[in-house]
C-alpha cells in the first residue's frame, strides 16, 4: 500500500489557508445568490423539510438533516433565508480555503478562485442549483469544507482539524443517501495519508479513522431515528420510485405491459399506451394524465412493483440498459433535448407566507439560466470530461497533487454513476455535488499547472 501511494507522490506543497480572505470571497458569494433568491427557491421537498419545522420529522424519505439545518434556520429568525446563506457560505469558503493551501501565492489563489467561480456562469445548472432550497447544495458544501479542513490539517499536522473534516464528511452524507460515493476516494486517501504523504504516526491514522466511523455512524444514525425523541418514523422504499420508472422505461422500450395491475388498478394496457406516457425525465411526469390515455398511479403495490422489476430487468435487459441511458444522457445534459430541470426559479405555494423578495431580480437570473442551460458549450455533462483532462495534465507536470486530484475525481465519477441506475428522474440539480467537485479540480489544477510553468520559466 506504501509503496503504491508513494508512486503518487509526496502529495502537495500546501500554503497559507488565508482564512480570512477565503471568509471574504464566502461572504461576496453569499451576498450574490442571497440578492438574488432570498430567501431561496423552493419547491415541494424543501417545504416538507421547512413544515417538518414546525411539525418534527414525520417521514424519513428525504434525510432529516435538511430539516433540522433550517430549524436551526428558522430558531435564528432568518426563516429559510439563513440556511441558503450558510449552505453558500461554506460552499465557497471551503473552496477559496483549499485553492489557497494549493497555491503558492496569493495572485494565483485568486486566479484560481475566479475559475471556481467562473464555473457556476459556464454551466447555468450549477446557478440554478446555488439558488435553491435542495439538500444536494449542503451536501456539496460540506464536502468541499471537509476538502479544505483535511488539507489545513496537513498543513498544519492537526488531528483536531483532521477531526473536523471528518464531522464534514459525515454531515454532507447525512444529507443525501447517496453521498458517500462523492468522499469515496478521499475517506481511504485520508485513513492511508492523513497528512497527505507527510510521516505520520500510528496514533493519528487510529484518530482519524475512528473520527470517520463515527461520523459515518452518526450519519447513516440520523437516517433512522429522529431528533429530539430518537423515534424511527415510516421511511418510505426510495428505490421503489425507481423501480416503477424502470418498469414505464422498459415497457415503452420493448412496446409490451410489464407494469403490475396495482399501477393500472386493474385496467389493461397496452405497450403502445406505456410507450405514449412514458417520460424518460421524471417519474412524476410519466405517470402525469394525459388525453385518451389511461390513468397511472404511482405504488409499490404493496410489494409487487419490486417483485416486477426484479422478474423483468433479467428478461428485457437491452430495454433496462436503453432506458436507464436515455435518463443517464438528460441527467447529464447530453441528449439533443433541453436540459433537464436546470433551476426551479420560484417558491411553491405554501402555508407560511414564503415569498421572493425579489422576484423581478430572481425572475431575470432564472430567465437566464432557462435560456442557456442547454448550450451545447455549456451543458454540465462536459465538465466530467473537462476535470479529467485537467487533472491529468495537472498530474503530469507535478506528480505530487496527483493523489489528491485522483481521489476528487472518484467523486466525479462514482456520484453519477450511482444515478445511472437509482436515479428515479433525470434533474440537473442531482448531479450538483459532482459538478462543484469537478468545478474544484478543475481550478486546483490550474493553480499546478500555472506554478508548474511559473517555476520552469524561472529555471530557464
Known amino acids: 500500500m506504501r509503496q503504491a501511494l508513494g508512486l503518487l507522490g509526496r502529495g502537495p506543497v500546501l500554503h497559507d489557508p ?6 471574504l470571497y ?3 458569494a453569499t451576498a450574490a445568490i442571497c440578492w438574488i433568491a432570498w430567501p431561496g427557491f423552493m419547491s ?3 417545504l416538507l423539510a421547512y413544515e417538518q419545522t414546525f411539525t418534527g420529522v414525520q417521514t424519513m424519505t428525504w434525510p432529516p438533516m435538511h430539516t433540522y439545518l433550517l430549524w436551526l434556520s428558522r430558531s435564528a429568525g432568518l426563516g429559510p433565508g439563513g440556511l441558503l446563506a450558510a449552505q453558500t457560505f461554506l460552499l465557497f469558503f471551503g473552496a477559496a480555503a483549499a485553492l489557497n493551501l494549493l497555491s503558492p501565492n496569493r495572485w494565483l489563489a485568486l486566479l484560481a478562485q475566479f475559475v471556481f467561480a467562473a464555473g457556476f456562469i459556464y454551466a447555468p445548472p450549477l446557478l440554478g442549483s446555488l439558488l435553491a432550497q435542495w439538500r444536494d447544495v449542503p451536501t456539496a458544501s460540506f464536502a468541499v469544507l471537509a476538502v479544505a479542513l483535511w488539507l489545513a490539517a496537513a ?11 471528518a464531522l464534514a464528511i459525515g454531515l454532507g452524507i447525512s444529507l443525501r443517501y447517496n453521498a458517500i460515493l462523492l468522499v469515496v476516494g478521499i475517506v481511504p486517501l485520508m485513513v492511508a495519508q492523513p497528512y497527505l504523504g507527510q510521516r505520520t ?6 484518530a482519524v479513522t475512528l473520527a470517520l466511523v463515527t461520523s459515518l455512524g452518526l450519519a447513516w444514525a440520523s437516517t433512522r431515528w429522529r431528533l429530539p425523541d430518537l423515534a424511527r418514523p415510516d421511511k418510505a422504499d426510495n428505490f421503489a420510485g425507481t423501480q416503477l420508472f424502470d418498469l414505464f422505461g422498459v415497457s415503452a422500450c420493448a412496446g409490451r405491459d410489464y407494469l403490475p395491475g396495482a399501477v393500472t388498478e386493474g385496467a389493461t394496457v397496452t405497450g403502445d ?3 405514449r406516457t412514458y417520460e424518460p425525465t421524471h417519474l412524476q411526469r410519466t405517470l402525469a394524465p394525459k388525453p385518451g390515455l389511461p390513468r397511472f398511479y404511482e405504488t409499490d403495490g404493496r410489494g409487487t412493483v419490486q417483485e416486477a422489476w426484479w422478474a423483468t430487468v433479467p428478461k428485457e435487459p437491452g430495454c433496462y440498459l436503453v432506458h436507464r441511458l436515455r435518463v443517464f444522457r438528460r ?5 439533443a433535448e433541453p436540459v433537464f430541470y436546470p433551476v426551479h426559479g420560484g417558491i411553491d405555494d405554501n402555508r407560511f407566507g414564503l415569498t421572493l423578495a425579489r422576484p ?5 437570473v432564472r430567465t437566464y439560466i432557462d435560456d442557456h442551460s442547454s448550450e451545447v458549450w455549456r451543458r454540465p455533462g462536459l465538465l466530467y470530461l473537462a476535470a479529467a483532462a485537467a487533472a491529468l495534465l495537472a498530474a503530469w507536470r507535478s506528480r505530487d497533487v496527483t493523489s489528491l486530484l485522483l481521489a476528487l475525481l472518484a467523486g466525479c465519477a462514482a456520484y453519477p454513476l450511482a444515478l445511472f441506475v437509482a436515479g428515479p428522474a433525470a434533474d440537473a440539480r442531482y448531479i450538483f455535488p459532482s459538478n462543484v467537485f469537478c468545478v474544484l479540480v478543475i481550478a486546483a489544477a490550474f493553480t499546478t499547472l500555472f506554478a508548474s510553468t511559473a517555476r520552469a520559466a524561472r529555471r530557464r
Open 26 to 28: 464566502g461572504a461576496l
Open 18 to 23: 488565508r482564512w480570512l480572505e477565503a471568509a
Open 360 to 364: 423581478d431580480t430572481a425572475l431575470a
Open 44 to 46: 415541494f421537498d424543501s
Open 201 to 206: 504516526s500510528a496514533w493519528v491514522r487510529v
Open 273 to 275: 399506451q406505456i410507450r
Open 331 to 335: 441527467q447529464m445534459g447530453m441528449a
Open 155 to 165: 498543513r498544519y499536522r492537526s488531528v483536531l482539524l483532521l477531526v473536523a473534516a
